[in-house]
């Protein structure tokens, strides 16, 4: 499955049906009289966010969503069906933007959340409806209340606790590989990574979701790389992970790189509590880590973890870290028995 996270599509509410001109016509009724019904409601455009969806490709397929119209008033003082609602499914982490993408309309993070977005119009009356003491046989009746239209953007986030962060070939995917199932691509060249990657590590009887984003590289912001359109899905997240490759010819600066690169996008990603983990230790020698390690922490002013994880090398250090960042937001585990991962991939 291919994963998209931004797609425009075109809603429409279904308008109201007419109000019915009708006359009784009775045998043996002395008296008719105006029996029109009122016309039907037309249906809602309403977005729901369900599980199991985490990529937004069916809106690539299908990008026009139009509720049926109110059915017309009948005579008998029979009033028309509705239109059925219209319910677009997206994933929790979807937000409805204005076409202009200036406006956030709906933001959808939890399962289950509904919301009308468009009404559809009210029916008709019929000329029933209209009847007087002085007006004895109405004959104008309701053509139905328009509907509402409008185009809007998707944008999905996906909801992840600790998000992965770090120059191209920092071992962003190798970490997440270790602590999860989520089978992310792995190779000696720059950008394996190429969509988000979400997998759940289950630590000390505690779940929490890590997110892994594609690399980050000078110039990102302006579009160089990959570019720096998936950092939104890292800003939910309540702690971020900046691995460090310590093969690089300068950790300090391939560091501050990530973080200007941060701090151009904005969106508050440079608040946020950060872990520092120097990656990729397992072929230096104690004194080099040492030494790269307190160049990293003058770098960033934080504590640096030296890790490997492809030799599993204090990654429960990092765990223990992230754990005491996201704090609450990280479940208890149903299961406490077997291995310390489980999977969860959005791909």
Request: hydrophobic content about 40%; aromatic content about 6%.
């Amino acid at each position: 499955m291919h994963f998209l996270d931004q797609a425009k599509i075109y809603t429409r509410s279904g308008s109201g049906g007419p109000g019915a001109v009708s006359f009784r016509r009775e045998k043996f009724i002395e008296y008719g009289g105006p029996d029109g019904g009122n016309g039907g409601k037309g249906g809602d455009i309403v977005f729901e966010a369900v599980a199991g969806l985490n990529t937004l490709i069916d809106f690539r397929y299908t990008q026009h969503f139009r509720a049926p119209r109110g059915k017309g008033g009948s005579g008998g003082n029979r009033t028309g069906a509705g239109g059925e609602d219209l319910v677009i499914k997206v994933p929790v982490g979807t937000q409805v933007l204005s076409e202009d993408k200036e406006q956030v309309l709906l933001d959808f993070t939890k399962v289950g959340e509904r919301v009308v977005f468009l009404r559809g119009g009210d029916g008709g009356r019929g000329n029933a409806s209209y009847k007087t003491s002085t007006n004895r046989a109405p004959r104008q009746h309701g053509t139905g209340w328009p509907e509402e239209e409008a185009w809007v953007w998707l944008r999905l986030k996906l909801l992840a606790d600790a998000g992965l962060v770090g120059l191209p070939n920092a071992g962003k995917s190798t970490f997440i590989n270790q602590v999860t199932n989520a089978q992310a691509k792995v190779g000696e060249y720059a950008f394996t990574t190429t969509r988000p990657q979400l997998g759940v590590v289950r630590h000390h009887n505690r779940e929490f979701v890590v997110a892994d984003i594609p690399g980050l590289i000078a110039g990102a912001a302006e579009g160089a790389g990959i570019g720096d359109r998936f950092l939104g899905h890292i800003e939910r997240c309540q702690v971020l992970l900046h691995l460090v490759d310590a093969n690089d010819a300068d950790v300090a600066e391939s560091y501050r790189i990530v973080r200007d690169e941060l701090e151009a996008y904005g969106a508050g990603l440079t608040d946020k509590k950060v872990v520092v983990a120097l990656n990729k230790i397992d072929m230096l020698d104690d004194e080099l880590i040492a030494a790269l390690s307190a160049e990293l922490e003058e770098a960033s002013g934080a504590e640096v973890i030296p890790i490997s994880g492809a030799a599993g090398t204090g990654v429960d250090w990092v765990l223990d870290k992230l754990l005491d960042a996201i704090g609450d937001h990280a479940k208890v585990s149903e299961d406490d028995q077997g291995e310390d991962t489980i999977e969860w991939s959005p791909v």
